[in-house]
């Protein structure tokens, strides 16, 4: 299966608060805020939500096609994707702008205080996936709206399967963009916030979303998550384990990877979703959202301690021994 996933690409900025962000804050000062965290250290990976799902379906050894809009520093990164197997022939190297950057800092709850400085993601819509080839499917992830929209359109006029991934950009996306966004997605996905996030401004009941997409995905944090689908019972996947989290940037990035790797490979949506799990805990417990490894043997282990000997069997079935 040959996946296209249009979104962000970005260098993030990673930071670490030793205190917590709610003690700091003060509910009746809210409107004139003005607050500095000094932070503990700075950490500069890669990123952008297209870039580390990529990098997660190339992990795992599919050869994804990334679409964005990057700056001519994009160099080093370019090539850390191609080594990992993905195919960037729907990059847009801007004249004008510099790559994406992502600047978070995290405090020790895991909360996440985040800006986002576009720059060349706002050419994203310049982008033609009509030059790309076959495509079996396209991710739209957040990227800039225009490209967002473009894109599903694209993939509704020439009848290219394609799954909604609205996620970070809901807070800045009106009613009407969302609904257009959904219309004709074989898949929705978000966290369990952006779930009813998108609700609230659509206006649209959560069943009145089922059945527009056919299939929501939802992630529920440490709660696992839940897949509904039409005419079927909801089904709930609970996370791998781990007693080492590190940074949760990317982790439903690394979600997304292997929920679409698993359904390429013909899995079902349960296992699609542990392989899912299993890499979202593997970046979870890595700094930096393309930091972290898959060890075939060791990722079999862990998903039958979480999962079964059954569901490790099937899906350790598809997992390359050198990964």
């Known amino acids: 299966m040959r ?50 799902i990529c990098f997660g379906l190339g992990t795992l050894g599919l050869h994804p096609v990334i679409v964005g809009a990057v700056g001519n520093d994009f160099a080093e990164y370019r090539e850390w994707l191609e080594r990992h197997g993905v195919d960037t022939s729907g990059v847009r190297v801007s004249e004008t702008r510099h790559t994406a950057r992502f600047v978070c800092t995290t405090d020790t709850d895991q909360n996440q205080i985040a800006s986002f400085y576009p720059g060349a993601m706002s050419e994203s819509a310049q982008i033609d996936l ?38 970070q950009q809901l807070a800045s996306l ?14 929705l996905f978000c966290n369990a916030y952006e779930a009813a996030l998108l609700e609230s401004k659509t206006g ?16 529920h944090g440490a709660d ?11 089904l709930r996947v609970c996370v791998v384990p781990t007693d080492q989290i590190v940074d949760p940037t990317g982790v439903g ?5 292997g929920f679409l790797a698993g359904r390429s490979w013909g899995l079902s ?44 069997a099937e899906i350790a079935a598809h997992l390359q021994p050198d990964m």
């Open 204 to 219: 649209m009941s959560a069943e009145a979303v089922l059945a527009v997409v056919g299939t929501r995905v939802t992630t």
């Open 269 to 312: 949506f349960e296992r699609a979703a542990q392989l899912g799990s299993l890499l979202a805990t593997l970046c979870l417990e890595s700094l930096g959202p393309q930091e972290y490894t898959l060890d075939a043997a060791a990722a079999r282990a862990r998903l039958v301690s979480a999962y079964g000997e059954d569901a490790a």
């Open 3 to 52: 996946i296209a996933v249009s979104g962000s690409i970005a260098t993030d900025h990673l930071m670490t608060f030793a205190g917590r962000f709610a003690e700091q804050l003060l509910a009746d000062q809210l409107a004139s805020i003005s607050v500095s965290f000094l932070v503990d250290d700075l950490d500069v990976r890669r990123g952008g939500v297209a870039g580390n």
């Open 224 to 234: 696992g998550v839940l897949i509904e689908q039409n005419g079927q019972d909801e």
């Open 253 to 257: 990035d690394a979600f997304r990877a």
């Open 174 to 187: 009106d009613g009407a963009t969302i609904t257009a966004l959904l219309d004709g997605a074989q898949i």
């Open 130 to 167: 009509g030059t790309l080839g076959q495509l079996d499917l396209v991710l739209i992830s957040p990227t800039a709206p225009d490209a967002m929209l473009a894109h599903s359109a694209y993939c509704r006029a020439h009848g290219v399967p394609f799954a909604a991934d609205p996620s």
